[in-house]
């Protein structure tokens, strides 16, 4: 490479001759409800800094436009490498190597490994899912196809070369648990890890401190809110945790100032795990403007240090 810089990890995926020694940056984007793609392509046109676009996957199993698919358009429209979310909850393990084999050949190169949020929290909770595996069992699939076979022992025409992601939950109420599950993910083969986002720094610290001695990437979560009635919403999402402290922090707060008062207290996590993660993933949640605002401050303030 260019700099000389043998690039690890997350870094395996920064173009040639990319600085492997900044905080990696990455914003959460969600696929639209419908067809219409255009608008929020337009959203991110203008934006720089940026490393990675997370592209979720029909999210709290409310169902949108193929995550894959959005993905293969966001990078042949901007080169902006996506960790595309996959979910073990509407797939079978035909179609999870169907569409991991398909996403590959439109150049998708990273895959986040999601167990998936439960149907009963969705907007059809009478669906059914499928879980015939874990995420565990889709980063052994993963690991299968880069090896150039199906999970039927099948030689494949062309495999992948997938660099497999998992997600992690410093919420989660027993920590040491959860960093057990993240050396598993980490032994079955992924290489990095998104996490939920985090409202307090100095939980933060001690979970991500603790965390790093699994040797794996980590992208801590930061998810800025615009108003208190989006902040209740947050507090109720399956895996989020928010502590009293900050609950009472933003009580506090007169209304127009909650929006700015979120970012401040994001940047304050930033600089509490900055030691001990590779970058910051910022969560879009009901406020993408709100997160492209977020990840112009870390840009800059990344610049700066």
């Known amino acids: 490479m260019a700099t000389g810089i043998q690039h690890s990890g997350l870094g395996r995926l920064l173009p040639a001759g990319a600085r492997n020694d900044k905080p990696l940056l990455c914003v959460e984007i969600n696929p639209p409800r419908g067809t219409e793609v255009e608008p929020i392509l337009q959203r991110y046109a203008s934006i720089s800094g940026i490393d990675f676009v997370?592209?979720?996957?029909?999210?709290?199993?409310?169902?949108?436009?193929?995550?894959?698919?959005?993905?293969?358009?966001?990078?042949?429209?901007?080169?902006?490498?996506p960790l595309v979310n996959l979910s073990c909850r509407d797939r079978n393990v035909i179609a999870l190597q169907s569409d991991?084999?398909?996403?590959?050949?439109?150049?998708?190169?990273?895959?986040?490994?999601?167990?998936?949020?439960?149907?009963?929290?969705?907007?059809?909770?009478?669906?059914?899912?499928?879980?015939?595996?874990?995420?565990?069992?889709?980063?052994?699939?993963?690991?299968?196809?880069?090896?150039?076979?199906?999970?039927?022992?099948?030689?494949?025409?062309?495999?992948?070369?997938?660099?497999?992601?998992v997600v992690v939950n410093p919420n989660a109420r027993n920590a040491s648990a959860e960093i057990k599950r993240l050396i598993r993910k980490k032994e079955a083969g992924a290489v990095y890890a998104l996490s939920q986002p985090v409202f307090d720094p100095e939980h933060a610290r001690g979970f991500f401190q603790a965390a790093a001695e699994s040797g794996i990437d980590l992208m801590v979560g930061l998810l800025p809110y615009k108003s208190s009635k989006s902040f209740e919403?947050?507090?109720?999402?399956?895996?989020?945790?928010?502590?009293?402290?900050?609950?009472?922090?933003?009580?506090?707060?007169?209304?127009?100032?909650?929006?700015?008062?979120?970012?401040?207290?994001?940047m304050e996590i930033a600089e509490a795990v900055r030691p001990y993660v590779r970058g910051f993933h910022v969560v879009s949640g009901g406020s993408p403007l709100l997160a492209l605002d977020l990840c112009k401050r870390l840009s800059a303030w990344i610049q700066d240090s």
């Open 54 to 81: 997370n592209i979720t996957d029909s999210a709290l199993a409310k169902m949108k436009l193929s995550g894959l698919t959005f993905a293969a358009l966001f990078k042949q429209r901007f080169g902006v490498e």
């Open 233 to 266: 919403g947050i507090s109720k999402v399956p895996g989020i945790r928010i502590p009293e402290n900050v609950v009472e922090r933003v009580r506090g707060l007169p209304e127009e100032k909650i929006a700015d008062a979120s970012l401040d207290m994001a």
């Open 100 to 165: 991991l084999l398909g996403a590959w050949a439109l150049g998708v190169r990273s895959i986040v490994a999601l167990t998936g949020d439960a149907v009963t929290v969705g907007d059809l909770p009478d669906a059914k899912g499928v879980f015939e595996v874990n995420s565990v069992g889709l980063l052994n699939i993963i690991a299968t196809l880069n090896g150039g076979k199906d999970i039927a022992g099948g030689e494949l025409k062309g495999g992948t070369s997938y660099l497999p992601g």
